[in-house]
């Protein structure tokens, strides 16, 4: 038996179409996991051949109706909750900070924290209730974006 892996059928990947949470997605499918990735730029990554065996939502965590989309999509193709919940959600938008629009920031800090938070809250209301309850690993990766001052 390996160690230092965790085990799982089912995976929600906030943030997985590409960078850190593509490559997250591609480990759990190289161990027989399915990965529910969850972004904006789903059709890109359905073309993906290392991502064959995903299952996909497109969504927004900016927009607010984010949270109950993605659960009832998570839960329209299985009964089953998915073991593990990975937040690697983020964008970042180029330039310098004090460059950065007011919409931009407010896009950026739903994207990173409000968006993933609501998606979580949703899913461990739906999680907690489930007839056989199993816990979950939640697995939140920070990403940090720095801007010149």
């Known amino acids: 038996m390996e160690t230092g892996r965790i085990k799982h059928?089912?995976?929600?990947?906030?943030g997985g179409t590409r960078?850190?949470?593509r490559a997250i997605a591609i480990e759990l499918l190289?161990?027989?996991?399915t990965p529910i990735i969850v972004g904006r730029s789903v059709e890109e990554a359905k073309k993906d051949t290392a991502l064959f065996g995903a299952e996909f939502i497109k969504a927004d965590l900016a927009d607010p109706r984010c949270a109950e989309l993605?659960?009832?999509?998570?839960?329209?193709?299985?009964?089953?909750?998915?073991?593990t919940f990975y937040w690697v959600a983020g964008e970042?938008?180029?330039?310098?900070?004090?460059?950065?629009?007011?919409?931009?920031?407010?896009?950026?800090?739903a994207t990173h924290l409000l968006g993933p938070l609501a998606v979580l809250r949703e899913f461990h209301a739906v999680a907690?209730?489930?007839?056989?309850?199993?816990?979950y690993n939640l697995v939140?990766?920070?990403?940090?974006?720095?801007?010149?001052?």
């Open 9 to 14: 059928s089912r995976a929600l990947i906030l």
């Open 19 to 21: 960078g850190l949470g």
């Open 30 to 33: 190289s161990q027989g996991t």
């Open 70 to 83: 993605v659960m009832n999509a998570v839960f329209s193709t299985s009964t089953q909750a998915p073991s």
């Open 92 to 109: 970042y938008h180029r330039g310098l900070f004090a460059e950065q629009s007011a919409e931009k920031m407010t896009s950026m800090f």
């Open 128 to 135: 907690k209730n489930q007839p056989r309850k199993a816990p």
């Open 140 to 149: 939140v990766i920070a990403s940090v974006f720095v801007h010149k001052p």
